[in-house]
């Protein structure tokens, strides 16, 4: 009691002088400005901590509320059938949810496939206002060119991107029918999810992405590949390639990091502009038996038009225009970020993949000493390139052919080896 009651005098006497309370105020300001700030940077480190448990029991139900919004004529997809009435789309497990995304393992048919959303819920997503508008019978009288430019302006805000109409046919949802109005809103919540969007887009034009499969609803199926990650020794799991194990290593390694050389030059040069990647990691990729590397995650991928949109913000320093694994520089002189990437794909990937691979010897005595050590420094000066911002794209460039030539010459050793 008197503790309290010396506290009651302490803060009477503080408030009569105007003194103690701006103090200990500045003091809470500082305590709570430091816990924010520590708070940001742990989200920024591991995102996944504000992400929900993933269970298999919830996924069931999300799956079974989607099958319910089937059958009640509130979404379509050519996946429906499969997985609300043939029983041919088996749920298997739970991979994981982040920040709402839904990633599930499903079996189609007798084949592996992950059925993804950006939400749990068909209702999450905002509806097609032509929808609730349209007072024809089963949305049947909705104009079709009114359609076509709403369908476009939704493309374009996912990518970036202003495409023709004729290029707009994987997000078409065929012919009208009694599922019309249910396809349409369907269309309308894969539109309104990037990923969706991009491997739709390259998924004729790129051996580097997963096509779609198909879809319900808003979910949609890519192929099951089993994505890289940090606990496995060579970042992916080699044992499941064919000529991998063992001595094989070396030279499946090798033959990865060209895939990934030849997906950096794809994503380059092939398209009507550079596409970014920045969330760099190996758990957003994975390999064929062939040893081609496939981006299964691309929540992080941008066309150059919107990569120079979300650059170019406010900012008091150069660390304040890095976007995950894409920099940008400060110009003080206005506060203002560039709006030109000033690091590259080639160099987060030197510098996140091929640095655990080369930054030591191959396990193989069948590569000479002196190329394994030109493959290190080559990759030295692929992750750190020293070079000022003007002269990345050159300098790019020229370590790219020298990576692509010694892992070449790499290749060749092996094969010597085995003859």
């Known amino acids: 009691m008197a503790r309290a009651a010396g506290a009651r005098g302490r803060a009477g006497w503080c408030r ?7 103090g200990t105020l500045l003091a809470f300001a500082a305590w709570t400005a430091g816990w924010v700030l520590a708070a940001a940077l742990l989200l920024r480190a591991h995102p996944g901590v504000l992400s929900e448990r993933c269970t298999d029991e919830k996924s069931r139900r999300i799956l079974a509320a989607l ?13 429906c059938e499969d997985l609300c009435v043939a029983g041919k789309l088996l749920f298997q497990r ?40 349209e007072a024809g019978e089963g949305g049947q009288d909705m104009p079709e060119a009114e359609l076509l430019l709403m369908v476009a302006g939704e493309v374009k805000s996912a990518l970036g991107l202003e495409l023709s109409n004729s290029s707009l046919g994987p997000w078409w949802p065929g012919r009208r029918g009694p599922r019309w109005r249910g396809q349409l809103a369907s269309l309308w919540a894969l539109l309104q999810q990037e990923e969706y969007v991009y491997f739709s887009l390259l998924q004729d034009l790129s051996p580097h992405v997963l096509p779609v499969l198909g879809s319900c609803g808003h ?24 000529g991998a194990p063992g001595g094989g290593q070396a030279k499946a390694i090798s033959d990865i990091a060209l895939s990934f050389l030849d997906m950096v030059n794809h994503f380059d040069s092939d398209f009507s502009h550079r596409l970014h990647l920045c969330d760099i990691k190996p758990e957003n990729f994975a390999i064929r038996s062939d040893f081609t590397v496939v981006a299964i995650d691309v929540d ?74 030109q493959l290190q420094e080559a990759v030295q000066e692929c992750a750190d390139p020293g070079v000022p911002s003007g002269n990345t794209r050159r300098a790019a460039s020229s370590v790219f052919w020298k990576l692509r030539r010694l892992l070449q010459a790499t290749l060749r050793e092996l094969q010597e080896a085995e003859k």
């Open 16 to 22: 009569r002088r105007g003194r103690c309370g701006r």
């Open 67 to 79: 099958c319910q919004d089937y059958r009640g004529g509130a979404l379509a997809g050519a996946l």
């Open 94 to 133: 739970c991979l994981h949810y982040d920040r709402g995304k839904k990633v599930l393992q499903a079996d189609w048919r007798g084949r592996p496939v992950v059925l993804k959303s950006k939400e749990e819920a068909f209702s999450s997503f905002p509806p097609l206002s032509l929808l609730e508008e």
């Open 219 to 242: 979910f949609y199926a890519v192929e099951f590949l089993a994505a890289g990650s940090p606990h496995h020794r060579a970042l992916f799991p080699l044992d499941r390639a064919p």
């Open 300 to 373: 992080m991928a941008f066309f150059e038009p919107k990569m120079r949109e979300i650059l170019e913000q406010n900012c008091t320093g150069d660390e304040d225009c890095n976007f995950f694994d894409c920099f940008s520089r400060c110009d003080l002189r206005v506060n203002k970020c560039g709006a030109q990437r000033v690091n590259n794909n080639l160099q987060v990937i030197c510098d996140k993949i091929f640095r655990h691979w080369f930054s030591t010897p191959l396990k193989s005595s069948a590569v000479s000493f002196q190329l394994q050590l």
